[in-house]
Each structure stands twice: as C-alpha cells, then as structure tokens.
C-alpha cells in the first residue's frame, strides 16, 4: 500500500515540478514561484503543494499520512522528529533507489513508516533551495537526493 501511495504522490510531486512551476516560472518565464505565493499573487512552491496536499489528506482519512521531511529543511518544521525518520532519510540519501521501510509506535499507534527519496527534478528546484536564505545547503544538483517522502500507516 505504501508503494502505491508513493507513486500517485511522486506523480502529482513531479508533474507540479516540472510542468507547472519549472514550465512556467524558469522556462517560459509566465509567473514565479514564491514562498509568499498568495501576497505575491504566485505559483506556490512545490513544498508548498505538497504539504497543503498532505493537510487536506489528512482532514480526509486516517488510513495513512505523509509528508515531505529533509536533514537539510528550509522550514525547520519539514526536519525529522523521530530515530526512523533520520535513519530513513540517511538511507535513502544514500541510495535513492532504495525505499527505506520500518515500523515505529507514535503515541501509542504501531505504525509502518516508508521513507522514498525526494529528488531534485527540476532546475526549479534546486535554483530555490540553493538561493534560499535559510537553506542550510546551496550546492543541490540535479538527480541529487534533497530530502524524503515520508508514508505512515497505522498498524492497529
């Protein structure tokens, strides 16, 4: 089940990446991306997307969350809060082909947790990260792991 979560994510991560914000904003020049999207009367940015997904994912179901974490956040609040999530964003920073799986008790659920690697896709991408002021790195490049989509499914 948690493979198939990540593909229809990955896919929706992906087509937002580089078929709207990379389309439009680097390539075409239309409309920017902005952190500031609703001031700025802009795209919002790929993060941005993904979370406000997983919010309204997870006023619709408890079967499953995610969320999109990193060891190097722009938003101190995408960093890992728990041992398997450093351990699976580690593991699949260095192996990006390789999903990380394991199970965990959050406040007193069993959960099975898969970590899959979060890629830099777009030139979009990595132009933000590495230009931001509260990026941690600024050398991402392309094909590079930047962080990881995190699949919790409650066991019990």
Same mark, same amino acid.
């Given at each position: 089940? &948690?493979?198939?979560?990540?593909? /229809?994510?990955? &896919?929706?991560? !992906?087509?937002?990446?580089?078929?709207?914000?990379?389309?439009?904003?680097?390539?075409?020049?239309?409309?920017?991306?902005?952190?500031?999207?609703?001031?700025?009367?802009?795209?919002?940015l790929p993060a941005?997307?993904?979370?406000?997904?997983?919010?309204?994912?997870?006023?619709?179901?408890? /079967?499953?969350?995610?969320? @999109?974490?990193? !060891?190097?956040?722009?938003?101190?609040?995408? &960093?890992?809060? !728990?041992?398997?999530?450093?351990?699976?964003?580690?593991?699949?920073?260095?192996d990006q082909s390789?999903?990380?799986?394991?199970?965990?008790? @959050?406040?007193?659920?069993?959960?099975?947790?898969?970590?899959?690697a979060d890629v &830099?896709?777009?030139?979009?991408?990595?132009?933000?990260?590495? !230009?931001?002021?509260?990026?941690?790195?600024?050398?991402?490049?392309?094909?590079?792991?930047?962080?990881?989509?995190?699949?919790?499914?409650?066991?019990?």
């Amino acid at each position: 089940m &948690a493979d198939a979560l990540h593909a /229809v994510i990955e &896919a929706d991560r !992906t087509v937002y990446s580089e078929r709207v914000v990379n389309r439009l904003q680097d390539e075409e020049q239309v409309i920017l991306a902005s952190e500031h999207w609703e001031d700025d009367r802009a795209l919002s940015l790929p993060a941005q997307m993904f979370r406000m997904g997983a919010e309204l994912a997870s006023e619709m179901t408890d /079967v499953f969350s995610y969320a @999109l974490l990193s !060891t190097w956040p722009i938003n101190s609040s995408n &960093a890992p809060r !728990t041992a398997m999530e450093t351990e699976g964003l580690d593991s699949v920073a260095a192996d990006q082909s390789t999903p990380f799986y394991g199970t965990e008790t @959050l406040g007193g659920v069993d959960c099975f947790t898969a970590i899959y690697a979060d890629v &830099a896709i777009a030139p979009a991408c990595i132009n933000c990260n590495n !230009t931001h002021a509260d990026s941690p790195r600024d050398d991402f490049e392309l094909g590079e792991t930047m962080g990881g989509i995190v699949i919790r499914i409650p066991l019990n």
